[in-house]
């Protein structure tokens, strides 16, 4: 078994730290993982994206040609990369700020709208942890207690009060019917 | 982890006491890592240098004070450094080189590519001299091999280059920390300071031709005895393959994941990896030759390693070409249509 994920929007989104905390988590349970960051000239409200792949063995390659999820936070990674999807993959969208939906009928599309979950909860940086919930929920890999260990692990000690928000958050994504 | 603070890590465990270095993307975690954890390590210092230059030449004079030293940049900054590599090697003193290759020539671009490899296995610098080189293609490798590159430059008392890309620096992966062995080197070069011992000299300028001719052949023999030893090469999937795959680095993990694709369709395919670039396995290439006829170079140049290759096989095989220059990250299914082309065509 190998599942790769694309994760892509504004830097600034929080895009990175989706893929990697849920690297972190999934190294935690057991599985080889890789972590590939798009690196470099990035600024805030530029584009971002970062790759993982999760496996039960060892991982050939860290890139993924047809990723089985693809995560997109804002339109233009939408459309740069939807085609890539695997057939029968899974698209999560921010539908908070994509008014657009994918042309691919042999994909499931979860339109989570992240950017409205996060608002109502108070604080709007935490959208990408609603969209994590929704993302582990669908995907299943993971138990969501191993993600949010993940998550606490990355905050560290000096981030712990931020952990109540982010616990909210991803509940949220996580019991929402989409 | 990733990976370039792995090559810290491991270097700081692998006892280096001095890193000077220059900031360039994409190698920039390793010298911020170097600024932070140094400091941790007992008697370690951290220069960030004015230059790629002056960091190259901090370290020759560390290696000569008898400290375990590495410098790191990439592209443009390498060649900046060769000057120092050069010396290095002409003094016969060890010194760790990290190149984290990006897109060239020229300042070129940020991206992951492996446009250096020419310049990193054929010395780089003016003279007739060697580097040992490296190219790991796992964050695991990364680790192990920075630990194998202090060993191997003391043993030989000579530069070791790193040789990994944007894309093995930036990437994350879990990683284990093996414990190295100690340091064991010859001492007698060591310079210690005034009333410490016999006055020593450590110099390359040697205006007498013979004298000269005979440090020449001095280091040729020492290159020799490496090129006999110190080869190191990876094969996957080979038993059954009608097709071999030559790749190193961030190419060899494309590669692989290209492989898996083409096996699920029953093609006959295989990798061969070359760890260290130089010495270059030759002979392992060689042996495949008497059993296969078809050999694909796959690199992210326009065909370097390529050249290895032919000298290495000459008329025994057919060899073909593939490569994306410049900061293209190729895919496995882009290389997998490849293979398939090539295996077709037979």
Aim: glycine share 10%; charged share 20%.
């Amino acid at each position: 078994m190998i599942k790769k994920t694309i994760f892509a929007g504004f830097g600034g989104q929080g895009v990175l730290m989706m893929g990697y905390i849920y690297a972190h988590a999934a190294m935690n349970e057991g599985f080889h993982v890789t972590y590939l960051p798009s690196y470099g000239v990035e600024v805030r409200g530029g584009t971002a994206n970062c790759t993982v792949a999760v496996s039960d063995e060892e991982i050939a390659s860290p890139i993924a040609s047809e990723p089985d999820h693809l995560v997109v936070m804002n339109k233009p990674s939408l459309f740069t990369f939807q085609n890539r999807v695997a057939p029968g993959g899974d698209i999560f969208l921010n539908s908070s700020i994509i008014d657009a939906r994918p042309t691919r009928k042999d994909v499931q599309i979860h339109a989570v709208p992240v950017g409205d979950l996060a608002e109502r909860l108070g604080n709007p940086q935490v959208l990408n942890i609603v969209m994590m919930g929704a993302f582990i929920r669908k995907t299943g890999l993971l138990p969501p207690e191993a993600f949010l260990k993940g998550l606490k692990h990355i905050l560290g000690e000096r981030k712990k009060a931020a952990m109540e928000i982010n616990r909210k958050a991803f509940a949220a994504g996580y019991e929402l019917q989409t | 982890m990733q990976g370039n603070r792995v090559i810290g890590e491991a270097a700081i465990r692998a006892g280096c006491r001095f890193y000077a270095g220059y900031p360039i993307t994409p190698q920039n975690e390793l010298t911020e890592y170097m600024a932070d954890n140094m400091r941790r390590a007992k008697g370690g210092i951290f220069i960030q240098a004015e230059s790629e230059i002056a960091a190259i030449n901090m370290v020759l004079g560390a290696s000569a004070a008898g400290a375990r030293a590495m410098t790191s940049s990439s592209s443009p900054g390498i060649s900046l450094k060769q000057e120092g590599i050069s010396s290095l090697a002409a003094d016969e003193l060890p010194a760790v080189i990290v190149n984290i290759m990006r897109g060239g020539p020229g300042l070129g671009n940020i991206l992951p590519s492996q446009g250096d490899y020419f310049q990193a296995t054929r010395g780089g610098g003016h003279g007739d001299y060697r580097t040992i080189v490296l190219a790991p293609a796992s964050v695991q490798e990364l680790a192990d091999l920075t630990m194998d590159a202090f060993e191997l430059a003391d043993r030989y008392r000579n530069p070791v280059i790193i040789l990994a890309d944007g894309m093995m620096g930036q990437m994350m992966e879990p990683v284990e920390f093996h414990a190295p062995p100690p340091r064991r080197y010859p001492e007698c070069y060591v310079l210690k300071g005034m009333g410490q011992g016999k006055s020593k000299f450590i110099r390359a300028l040697i205006l007498d031709a013979i004298r000269m001719e005979e440090h020449n052949w001095k280091l040729y023999r020492k290159y020799q005895v490496i090129a006999q030893k110190e080869v190191r090469c990876e094969t996957f999937w080979t038993d059954d393959a009608e097709i071999l795959i030559v790749a190193y680095g961030t190419a060899a993990r494309i590669a692989k994941g290209a492989i898996k694709r083409s096996r699920e369709l029953g093609l006959p395919v295989g990798l061969i990896r070359p760890i260290t670039l130089w010495p270059f396995p030759t002979q392992v290439l060689q042996g495949f030759a008497a059993r296969v006829d078809d050999f694909l170079v796959f690199e992210m140049n326009t065909g370097q390693m390529l050249e290895d290759v032919q000298l290495a096989l000459g008329n025994t095989a057919r060899i073909q070409f593939y490569g994306r220059p410049g900061g293209v990250i190729p895919t496995p299914a882009e290389l997998a249509k490849v293979i398939a082309y090539q295996l077709r065509k037979k």
